[in-house]
């Protein structure tokens, strides 16, 4: 939720949206908080700051802890996984799954954490968030494994041919999805910071070119909003912005 992805240094990464750390103090109290990795549009010193007065867990990759740590979490209130780990909370079965990207928040500590995704299933209801990864035959073995999903928060946003290695073109993310057995796609990764060339509106609108033509079902709630697992409905919010 911070304002800014870069590490150090006078070239900033700015969100295009203003006081975002805001949304965190209205939030309640929060049971469990889930990781991925430790990039900085992912893992923010301003965002913990604020969220280790309201959070019970955190969920972290392997080699995660050591900043929230270092920020002043509770070492008790860590959990690290490695992939394939799992752990039940309250009815709930969560399980960190793999990815092809890295981690490293620095010139000297890459690849000192585990990155990956999170699948969280109920006895009604099964999610999958797909963390930033490039296409692989991963995507199928989760869903084998833990599909189907009703709902899958798949990454599309911040791509580029000199690094498809580690993120996704938005036409690969939908076959991601359809790997995954995602009955509903929630492309995410792609309206909060430019980290790439391409315009900020290209992924979502590749995104849901390509899976009218694969039939992939998807949703795309407004930032900040509130939804269920009742939704269907599709609301084209950034058609309202430059």
């Avoid at 709630?221 to 939804?227: D, K, S």
């Avoid at 269920?228 to 599709?234: G, I, P, Q």
Wanted: proline share 5%; hydrophobic share 40%; with cysteine.
């Amino acid at each position: 939720f911070g304002e800014d992805a870069s590490p150090v240094g006078p070239l900033r990464t700015k969100r295009f949206t203003k006081d975002t750390l805001s949304l965190i103090e209205k939030l309640p109290k929060i049971d469990a908080v889930l990781m991925t990795h430790d990039h900085y549009d992912h893992l923010d010193f301003k965002s913990i700051r604020i969220l280790r007065q309201k959070v019970d867990t955190y969920l972290v990759p392997l080699g995660f802890a050591r900043h929230l740590e270092h920020w002043g979490v509770d070492k008790s209130k860590i959990t690290e996984f490695d992939w394939w780990q799992e752990i039940k909370l309250f009815d709930l079965d969560m399980i960190y799954t793999p990815t092809r990207h890295f981690s490293g928040r620095g010139a000297f500590d890459r690849a000192k954490s585990l990155w990956g995704g999170w699948v969280i299933k109920s006895a009604v209801h099964s999610v999958y968030w797909s963390g930033d990864s490039g296409y692989d035959d991963h995507f199928k073995l989760i869903g084998e494994k833990f599909g189907p999903f009703d709902w899958g928060f798949m990454e599309c946003g911040q791509y580029n041919e000199r690094w498809d290695q580690i993120h996704m073109y938005p036409e690969d993310t939908v076959l991601a999805a359809m790997d995954a057995k995602v009955k509903y796609a929630i492309p995410v990764h792609w309206g909060a910071f430019s980290l790439a060339l391409h315009h900020w509106k290209e992924p979502i609108t590749r995104f849901i070119s390509a899976a009218e033509q694969k039939d992939q079902h998807f949703l795309t709630p407004a930032p900040g909003a509130v939804v269920d697992m009742k939704m269907k409905n599709t609301n084209y919010w950034w058609t309202s912005y430059e």
